[in-house]
């Protein structure tokens, strides 16, 4: 007999995360001291609370159209305090991996955009290197915030602080194959 | 006796569709959600064949799966049938390149979304080889 | 005489350039030998992760591989690039098929990682390995009167390794004053300064920055000492950015702990890249 799987959005996600080794979802008991620890939770469209909670009530289309998990900065204070040890930054990871595969966000949010071209930039040459980031998000900024940055960039730059030649490592054919192993795309094995 | 097959796929609108197809040309079909449960199924009970995405969970865990059972000396002749959306997901990486098979010993690509005619056409070929090198003694 | 293999990261290239030199310099005087990876790569950040995690594992992992061929315990200035250092270790050690399958991808640069190697982060290294004992016996020169805020921000400390203190450290207090500077108590010193989200969300990040410096302030620091170039570009870059946002007037100046070390020790400024930063520093260390 073939066992009956019922798809929920929250196993979806769950089926993203690796170290908490199952489903961390329904552990939740909502008691909001992720949302009382986190920084940026003002900003967010929900608080970290509040998307657990969507995603265990299978609000994919408000959970996917929201801002939450792509203003979470990665500083795993939630982390360190959920009394569940749930890794809730890694949930938000998960969340975003999901969207970038299913190339669904929330209009206007600049983190895809520059998550791609950051990751690019490691595929091709090894190494980060900023001013070829720029243009991932520079011009989605306003008039002021454009500003700001030119400026920031020229004192930089005036401090010997800024790269002029993209750097790249050394043995990057080896370095193209190893990747090539794990995503196997372009050329043949 | 209706060929047993498994589909390892996390996406369920994508699995949903498969399944109907493959259950209305007379498979037996059991579905995994995730690579955990995928690679349990496999080693609980034989198949023969199975239906897998590339892109799961960790990212590419499905590549993974694939190199586990090209060295199990059970598995390795299960024939498979990759399934994958990789070049929607993370085609952005490599732009204009191809996605190489060759995973598993007895394997095909086919990229989401698949057309009806061309999964059953893909099924067959893969079952029908597969036959016959069981028939042809080593 | 200790040894440690040194991974500084893209940013210790160009951007946090003085975090580098002052690092070089320090571990020098102390008698630290830190021999710099062969071929580094970049570790993927925290943005890697959104893309494909086997394959920020595997970058990170390429890194370790090379840092045990050197048999060394591997040391990092940045803290996005101890925290992947860290735990893609620790993930391959828990994980055999995770392990397996990445050094089959190593193989390809003629590399393995056994999970040998441990992982530091530059702070802890001085700070506990080095131990403020021996830090203090080489001062020559003590930042007395100095009000410094040390500033550990997030990845040092979070997700948490083992059982350790992660709600009130205090090694970078201590280190603080072995060489003689005074560390205020302020209640931020952990909160985060936003990372990554200068870009994605502008106005969350400068209003992460600016209740850090104002808190900083307020308990009255000369300074913030940081350990991290992500933390000390968004606190000293965006300074300017956050005064034309809030009409705050702030103008403190952001070190590199390393850099205060170099000065306690008697390295002349111009070699720990004293004089490159935005917020000139001069006006605090002129005192001394």
Not at chain 2, 121 to 134: D, F, I, T, W
Not at chain 3, 251 to 261: E, N, S
């Amino acid at each position: 007999m073939s066992e009956t799987y019922t798809f929920t959005f929250m196993k979806e996600v769950s089926s993203l995360l690796h170290a908490a080794d199952g489903n961390p979802f329904p552990m939740c008991v909502q008691c909001g001291t992720c949302s009382g620890s986190c920084p940026v939770a003002a900003y967010m469209d929900y608080t970290p609370r509040q998307i657990i909670a969507m995603v265990n009530a299978g609000l994919k289309d408000q959970v996917m159209e929201s801002n939450t998990f792509w203003y979470c900065a990665s500083c795993y204070q939630c982390t360190v305090r959920c009394p569940q040890d749930i890794s809730i930054t890694e949930l938000m990871y998960a969340l975003q991996r999901y969207s970038i595969w299913k190339n669904r966000y929330k209009e206007g949010m600049i983190g895809p955009a520059f998550s791609e071209a950051f990751a690019k930039t490691i595929v091709r040459t090894g190494r980060t290197f900023e001013p070829i980031l720029a243009p991932s998000y520079i011009f989605s900024f306003k008039m002021r915030e454009f500003f700001q940055e030119i400026q920031n960039a020229t004192e930089l730059m005036l401090k010997g602080r800024l790269p002029i030649l993209p750097p790249r490592i050394k043995r990057l054919d080896n370095f193209k194959r190893m990747i090539r192993r794990i995503l196997p795309m372009g050329g043949a094995e | 006796m209706a060929k047993r097959l498994l589909i390892i796929d996390d996406d369920p609108d994508y699995v949903a569709g498969i399944k109907a197809i493959l259950d209305k040309a007379g498979f037996e079909v059991e579905v995994a959600n995730d690579p955990k449960a995928g690679l349990r199924a496999l080693q609980t009970r034989p198949y023969d064949l199975l239906l897998l995405d590339i892109m799961m969970g960790r990212g590419a865990e499905g590549v993974m799966i694939a190199r586990k059972l090209r060295k199990d000396t059970k598995l390795r002749e299960m024939p498979v049938l990759i399934i994958t959306g990789m070049r929607e997901q993370i085609a952005f990486l490599f732009p204009g390149e191809p996605i190489h098979p060759g995973f598993v010993k007895l394997d095909e690509l086919v990229e989401k979304p698949v057309e009806p005619s061309l999964l059953l056409e893909k099924v067959n070929g893969l079952l029908q080889a597969a036959e016959e090198r069981k028939a042809v003694p080593q | 005489m200790k040894e440690f293999a040194y991974f500084p990261g893209c940013s210790l290239e160009k951007l946090a350039i003085s975090y580098h030199t002052s690092t070089l310099e320090t571990s020098k005087k102390l008698g630290v030998k830190l021999q710099e990876l062969e071929d580094w790569n970049c570790c993927g950040s925290t943005t890697y992760f959104h893309i494909d995690e086997l394959l920020a594992y595997t970058l990170t992992a390429r890194n370790l591989a090379i840092a045990e061929k050197t048999g060394l315990d591997v040391v990092a200035p940045c803290s996005a690039c101890f925290k992947n250092m860290f735990f893609t270790a620790a993930h391959m050690k828990e994980d055999p098929d995770l392990a397996e399958h990445i050094n089959f991808a190593l193989e390809e640069d003629g590399l393995n990682f056994s999970g040998n190697t441990k992982v530091r982060h530059l702070l802890e290294m001085f700070a506990q390995d080095v131990g403020p004992d021996e830090i203090r016996s080489k001062v020559t020169r003590p930042l007395e009167g100095v009000k410094v805020a040390p500033y550990y921000g997030c990845q040092i400390l979070r997700p948490r390794k083992d059982h350790e203190e992660v709600e009130n450290p205090r090694y970078f207090e201590d280190l603080l004053s072995a060489i003689g500077a005074t560390p205020i108590e302020y209640a931020l010193k952990m909160r985060c300064c936003g990372g990554s989200l200068i870009i994605s969300s502008r106005i969350a990040a400068l209003s992460m920055v600016r209740n850090l410096l104002q808190c900083a302030v307020d308990q009255g620091a000369d300074m913030i000492a940081t350990a991290c170039p992500m933390c000390q570009v968004n606190l000293e870059c965006y300074q300017q950015s956050v005064n034309q946002e809030f009409g705050t007037q702030f103008a403190v100046p952001i070190l590199y702990f390393t850099q205060l070390m170099g000065l306690a020790l008697g390295i002349p400024k111009k070699k720990l890249g004293i004089g490159k930063e935005l917020v000139s520093a001069s006006p605090v260390l002129a005192a001394l």
